[in-house]
């Protein structure tokens, strides 16, 4: 799976997420509406993550995602 396919799914995609990440809220992910570097942002912002540590992470994310 790749991000054009994960934010093509992201209503579906935003409860694994949630529950990867559970410092994002409903708004938050509305507000990303699936944009990856939004994303990145608030994981760097709401968990004190270096821009690389968030990539990764979303990275990982995206190779272990199954829909």
Do not use: C, H, P
Request: charged share 35%.
């Amino acid at each position: 799976m790749n991000w054009d396919q994960i934010a093509g799914n992201w209503k579906q995609v935003t409860g694994k997420i949630k529950e990867k990440w559970g410092k994002l809220t409903d708004d938050d992910l509305t507000v990303v509406g699936g944009r990856r570097d939004q994303l990145s942002g608030l994981l760097q912002n709401r968990y004190g993550m270096a821009k690389e540590a968030a990539e990764k992470e979303l990275d990982d994310f995206v190779r272990a995602f199954k829909v």
